[in-house]
């Protein structure tokens, strides 16, 4: 199985700061990496597929890169509304699995 | 529109069985797999299972194989997840899932929170 490491587990910004998060997987997953916003009481929302590509309906501000084992994801200018907690998720390999989340909080 | 709607929010008594659902329309039901995606309270995403409606090919994650039951009705465009005993920890928001041409899980359900206690 497939483990996905994220970190930091929380960070603390401010709107309009940028916020890289990362998320390492313990082998090789190519560029089947995706990631995931939730916020409290909802459903998890796609926002990168694919490691790089921007699912329909997310803004320019999030972008994804990497390949391989280590990938990022970046939000360029924070809004209010980005503030959640997110999960990066692998689909190489049976099981998929997610990673642990990091929290995003305002600072 | 592609639409996942999931049964509604469960009470039950630890050894008790239980079978949630979740109906998919607005695409082909058995062109796209769906999987379950289990949230204990505070915690974060556990991808359990996943099945393909259209040749019910199931994979389990090793942590919930022989735990629940993933299957699926093509008739009705449903996919289910079953216990057969209930235990306090199943207590747990479960999601059901559509990956999108992208492979990855464009489509959720509204999640169905089980609760389990005597």
């Known amino acids: 199985e497939i483990v996905l490491t994220q970190s930091p587990a929380t960070l603390s910004l401010s709107p309009g700061e940028r916020a890289t998060l990362s998320c390492r997987a313990s082998q090789s997953v190519s560029s089947y990496l995706a990631w995931y916003q939730q916020k409290p009481g909802q459903a998890p929302r796609l926002l990168i597929y694919d490691a790089s590509n921007r699912a329909t309906g997310i803004p320019a501000r999030f972008s994804g890169s990497g390949s391989g084992t280590d990938f990022t994801l970046t939000i360029s200018s924070l809004e209010p509304e980005d503030f959640a907690v997110y999960y990066c998720?692998?689909?190489?390999?049976?099981?998929?699995?997610f990673g642990q989340g990091t929290k995003l909080e305002i600072k | 529109e592609v639409q996942l709607v999931q049964s509604g929010a469960e009470v039950k008594k630890p050894g008790e069985s239980l079978k949630i659902s979740c109906k998919g329309s607005?695409?082909?039901?058995?062109?796209?797999?769906i999987g379950w995606v289990r949230q204990m309270p505070g915690k974060g995403l556990e991808w359990m299972g996943i099945?393909?409606?259209?040749?019910?090919?199931?994979r389990y994650s090793p942590s919930f194989q022989g735990q629940v039951t993933i299957s699926a009705d093509k008739s009705i465009s449903t996919a289910y997840l079953q216990w057969s005993s209930l235990k306090a920890s199943d207590t747990a928001m479960y999601y059901c899932a559509r990956p999108s041409d992208s492979g990855s899980y464009s489509y959720w359900g509204q999640g169905t929170l089980v609760t389990v206690s005597s």
């Open positions: 998720q692998q689909r190489s390999n049976w099981p998929w699995t």
């Open positions: 607005g695409y082909s039901f058995t062109s796209y797999w």
């Open positions: 099945i393909y409606p259209g040749d019910s090919d199931t």
